[in-house]
């Protein structure tokens, strides 16, 4: 079979057999899918050899490259070890090996002293606690990192015997994942109101979304108008609020919407105030997507429970994790007939491939730097977001580090948005697209979310190419 026509039937065979996430599989059964072949450090490359800078870091996955070296070796030296056992009644090498290195650069990111769980803020220290996040707990995505972080929660003041703390507080406009308990604290109407007789009830808090904020006030004069809401939220039932769960700094799936600053501060201090348990939803920022390690380093907001995904191996295998304080870890401590046992776990929990490429991917922080090389990056970022600004049908501009999100508008002046229907976000994407970039949008905000490892180079082409498409797409 010649190459063309092994293509011809690569793209048969995908309408015939896959069904695709978030994706209209009509639409799609239309098109010419783009079926991806290889990848070299920020670029993809599909069948026919052409060539995608990788600009939304293959779902905001990526960190240093596609096919970097140090990765690649780390999992084909543990692949001539094993590549899969349990972590339920073993442990395995590289695992704990992550553990330990998570931790440290957790605690390196969000030090013990700052407040952790609750009133006093910071526990007395049981024999042998470390204090604030160091005990990691594995899962294999960043939805079940956040159903154990909800379980976890809930279950930790029953342990400790605190009655009726079943619920929880989530704010409008937030994504946490696509399993039932990620949805119930999700508040995208478009992805999870179709969803909504299964999903247990929470306390909606505004979304910090100032752009176009819900309470109608302006930002800084609004004095937090919506951490007020949450503490009305908070004062009224913190009886039965067992935790808050919130994407520090940045509601990247609700569209890359960042919280002004202090505002993270404050929901931290509200939390201890009212005894209420703080869960971070780094999934997405974590790993210096922000332009530090943890999005809540910005702030030294300490949350109690923490959840990572995303970029925790670099982009190359499924992995997550948890992880908690001592005090949440030690109320799960008991005799086995006490059943305080945390009863949940994952059949490739803590796999040792993901494990050893997560290993690798944290070492090159260190060896390359990454965090420092990212200031030059961001500046480029800034720079651009600021021109865009001026143009005519971009309404607003919003980043934090390297994540970004330019928001299109049918009228700047009353904000107007365009019609879901008019897909204006896709049609700037497929324009990029037909001059090598890969972009997906969230309906009318264009998202820009390269690979840390871009050279400045590359990064002013994404950016250039993703202008001409805004100005193409929107003015003509
Ligand atoms: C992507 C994401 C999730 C879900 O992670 P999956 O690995 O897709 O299940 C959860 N929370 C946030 C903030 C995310 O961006």
Known sequence: MGIIEENRRLEELDKQYIWHPFTQMKEWLEEKPIIIFEGKDCFIKDIYGRWYLDGVSSLWVNIHGHRKKEIDDAIKKQLDKIAHSTLLGLSNVPAIKLAEKLVQIVQKSLPPH??????????????GGMGGLCKVFYSDNGSTAVEVALKMAFQYWRHKGVDGKNKFVSLNNAYHGD?????????IDIFHKAFTPLLFKTYKAPSPYCYRCELGKEYPECKFACLDKMEGIFNAHSGK??????????????????SPPGYLKGVRELCTKYNILMIADEVATGFGRTGKMFACEHESAAPDIMCLSKGITGGYMPLAVTIATDDIYNAFLGEFKDLKTFFHGH??????????????????????????????????????????????YVGDVRNIGLMAGVELVRNKK?????????????????????????????GNVIVIMPPLSISDQNLRQLLKVIKDSIVKVTES
């Open 241 to 258: 609020i067992a935790a808050l769960i919130i994407e520090p700094l940045i509601q990247a799936a609700g569209g890359m919407i960042t």
């Open 414 to 442: 009353t904000k107007k948005p365009y019609d879901w229907s008019e897909k204006m976000g896709w049609r700037v994407a497929y324009r990029a697209r037909e001059n090598g970039v890969f972009i997906r949008p969230l």
């Open 347 to 392: 059949s490739y929990t803590g796999n040792p491939l993901a494990c050893a490429a997560s290993l690798a991917c944290l070492d090159l922080f260190e060896k390359e730097e990454v965090l420092k090389s990212l200031k030059k990056k961001i500046e480029i970022l800034d720079t651009w977001l600021k021109e865009v600004l001026n143009l005519k």
């Open 114 to 127: 700052l407040p952790f769980t609750g009133n006093p803020p910071t526990p007395p220290l049981e024999k």
């Open 179 to 187: 399993t039932m308990g990620a949805v119930s604290v999700g508040g």
